[in-house]
Nanobody, 125 residues
Framework: QVHLVESGGGSVQAGGSLRLSCVVSGYTTSGVCMAWFRQAPGKEREGVAIIDGAGRYIESVKGRFTISKDNALNTLYLQMRSLKPEDTAMYYC?????????????????????WGQGTQVTVSS
């Protein structure tokens, strides 16, 4: 059975940093497209960053967020710097099925078969 468990969220002031982790079990991260999504209150979930070989990002986080993956640890990361209040959201990691291509941005939720429960990030001004 596949499980994705996020951690690392919290409350920070604007300009601060957080590093999110997503540990995957029952599934390999090697060669698989993985992504981070977020959902702010009252808004639709949006894809933030995606990684197969290199990372790709939506415009609003480029230069501030870095997605990475450690296949030996089966773990996905999202390093977030220069955080802004508009980054406040629940952050989810997601994994595509083996063999599914890595598309976007923009990211499509339907491309991802496995999801974590989310970790809350709150940025105060």
């Amino acid at each position: 059975q596949v499980h994705l468990v996020e951690s690392g969220g919290g409350s920070v002031q604007a300009g601060g940093s957080l590093r999110l982790s997503c540990v995957v079990s029952g599934y390999t991260t090697s060669g698989v497209c993985m992504a981070w999504f977020r959902q702010a209150p009252g808004k639709e979930r949006e894809g933030v960053a995606i990684i197969d070989g290199a990372g790709r990002y939506i415009e609003s986080v480029k230069g501030r967020f870095t997605i990475s993956k450690d296949n030996a640890l089966n773990t996905l990361y999202l390093q977030m710097r220069s955080l802004k209040p508009e980054d406040t959201a629940m952050y989810y990691c997601a994994s595509a099925p083996v063999g599914r291509g890595c598309y976007g941005p923009p990211l499509r939720e339907n491309d991802y078969a496995y999801w974590g429960q989310g970790t809350q990030v709150t940025v105060s001004s």
